[in-house]
């Protein structure tokens, strides 16, 4: 199932399990992590405790299958997708 989402986004308040074996709960994107100054894909926290267990960072190629499928709209795939392929573009 995460096939599905190679050229695209796994929508917002999804559940994903990563190849950690952690599972989360997607509620941010492209996030530049401070600390190292780098860019991950998706912003997380954890399913069972929420914020409290701390944010997670990771990318696209670190989910291991999608869960659950959150909320989408076209409007928000589609300015997503654009800001991609621009970035993609630009190098």
Do not use: H, Q
Not at 43 to 58: D, E, H, T
Request: aromatic letters at 14%.
């Amino acid at each position: 199932m995460v096939e599905k989402y190679k050229n695209t986004m796994i929508p917002l308040g999804s559940f994903v399990e990563l190849k950690s074996g952690n599972k989360a709960m997607i509620i941010g994107y492209a996030v530049e992590n401070k600390s190292d100054k780098k860019r991950y894909d998706y912003l997380a926290c954890g399913i069972s405790f929420g914020f409290a267990a701390g944010v997670k960072l990771f990318n696209y190629d670190d989910v291991k299958k999608v869960i659950f499928n959150g909320y989408s709209n076209d409007p928000l795939i589609d300015i997503y997708n654009k800001k991609m392929r621009e970035e993609l573009n630009n190098g």
